[in-house]
Antibody, heavy 126, light 110 residues
Framework: QVQLQESGPGLVKPSQTLSLTCSVSGDSVSSAAYYWTWLRQHPGKGLEWIGYIYYSGSTYYNPSLKSRVTISIDTSKNQFSLKLSSVTAADTAVYYC??????????????????WGQGTLVTVSS | QSALTQPPSASGSPGQSVTISCTGTSSDVGGYNYVSWYQQHPGKAPKLMIYEVSKRPSGVPDRFSGSKSGNTASLTVSGLQAEDEADYYCCSYAGSNNFVFGTGTKVTVL
């Protein structure tokens, strides 16, 4: 059973850097079939895709956040991480990590987020 | 990029059907058959219900179905049950390794 678990500070001061880690069990972040993803949900609002990373280290980010986002991967620990710099109150949200099913062995590109972490609330406040 | 447009709410009595629309542009919904739908209960993580417009993952009841016409995708829940009461979000690939979600629809079972 694939499980993802977010961890990191629940409170970050304005202008600082938000850092979260997603630990994966039941699967390998080195799998070629998946991208490892960060998303967020502002309180009472919809979902926003932040970006994702492939096992090779290739990263792709939401254009609206690209200048502040860094996603990295640690295959030895089976984890991947998010850093969001220069945060403001507008970055207060529940942050989710998720697995994105990119490619299957039959040659199809399913393109969906199938396993999600439980989410972690990060509040930006002084 | 703008969020895909969904109606804020939809409702139906048990056993009835409800259809949720998801309107984008030719750069996202209309341009790719990579529309997925997610169900989210309060305080929980989203759950995949539909992918590639109309495909159902294993374990998702066949009461859930998806379709697309032009720039608008739709999710239909037939035979509404109490446990279907939740928020629903559509998501579309928007090209260049970019994704956009819908504004969300709260489904109420009357």
């Amino acid at each position: 059973q694939v499980q993802l678990q977010e961890s990191g500070p629940g409170l970050v001061k304005p202008s600082q850097t938000l850092s979260l880690t997603c630990s994966v069990s039941g699967d390998s972040v080195s799998s070629a079939a998946y991208y490892w993803t960060w998303l967020r949900q502002h309180p009472g609002k919809g979902l926003e895709w932040i970006g994702y990373i492939y096992y090779s280290g290739s990263t792709y980010y939401n254009p609206s956040l690209k200048s502040r986002v860094t996603i990295s991967i640690d295959t030895s620990k089976n984890q991947f991480s998010l850093k969001l710099s220069s945060v403001t109150a507008a970055d207060t949200a529940v942050y989710y990590c998720a697995r994105f099913y990119y490619y299957d062995s039959s040659g199809d590109y399913p393109y969906y987020f199938d396993y999600w972490g439980q989410g972690t609330l990060v509040t930006v406040s002084s | 990029q703008s969020a895909l447009t969904q109606p804020p709410s939809a409702s139906g009595s048990p056993g009835q059907s409800v259809t949720i629309s998801c309107t984008g542009t030719s750069s996202d919904v209309g341009g790719y058959n990579y529309v997925s739908w997610y169900q989210q209960h309060p305080g929980k993580a989203p759950k995949l219900m539909i992918y590639e417009v109309s495909k159902r993952p294993s374990g998702v009841p066949d009461r859930f179905s998806g379709s697309k016409s032009g720039n608008t995708a739709s999710l239909t829940v037939s035979g509404l049950q109490a446990e279907d009461e939740a928020d629903y979000y559509c998501c579309s690939y928007a090209g260049s390794n970019n994704f956009v979600f819908g504004t969300g629809t709260k489904v109420t079972v009357l």
